[in-house]
């Protein structure tokens, strides 16, 4: 497993170019492929699953293969979710095109497990309730994603999701 793929690395550099070390352990990076099911309609969750297909029921689903879930996440990531005062950021970007990412922040709830080893859902709601809940109360969901990023998924893009807890201050 590579850096990049373990939640550290060029991906998670502070601005001065150095990685910090308490840093890397509140930064997750999955990666995933769009697919031609991809529809991005679902106005209260946006998903990532491990999956190798799509339905079009799957409408909250963004990108299939991913090469992690919840259960890989380091336990400091997950504890510092824990925090029902921490933000988490989830920025989405297609092909390392930097006219294709968007970012969605939701919070960090007590009652997250964050053990599932199938797949990852971010919610508008306070649901809590299962283990593969990532982040709760967020702003938007697979709808409000911008549409050129949702056609370049339904074309088969590549998708890197980064998720970064910031702790209350």
Do not use: Q
């Not at 991005?40 to 409408?59: C, M, N, R």
């Not at 336990?75 to 950021?89: I, K, L």
């Amino acid at each position: 497993m590579s850096d990049a793929d373990a939640g550290t690395g060029d991906a998670n550099s502070a601005p001065d170019g150095e990685n910090s070390a308490s840093d890397d352990l509140l930064v997750e990076v999955v990666r995933a492929v769009g697919h031609e099911n991809v529809t991005a309609e679902h106005a209260s969750t946006v998903e990532l699953t491990t999956d190798d297909w799509l339905t079009p029921a799957g409408d909250c689903i963004v990108g299939v293969e991913a090469d992690r879930t919840p259960k890989d996440f380091a336990p400091e990531f997950r504890e510092a979710c824990r925090d029902a005062s921490a933000t988490v950021e989830a920025t989405f970007v297609v092909d390392d095109d930097e006219t294709h990412r968007e970012t969605i922040v939701g919070r960090g709830d007590p009652d997250l497990a964050l053990l599932d080893d199938r797949s990852m859902v971010g919610r508008t709601s306070d649901y809590t309730d299962d283990e593969r809940t990532i982040f709760v109360e967020s702003e938007g969901a697979a709808a409000d994603l911008d549409r050129d990023l949702v056609a370049a998924l339904a074309d088969g893009a590549d998708l890197t999701l980064r998720l970064e807890v910031v702790p209350a201050e």
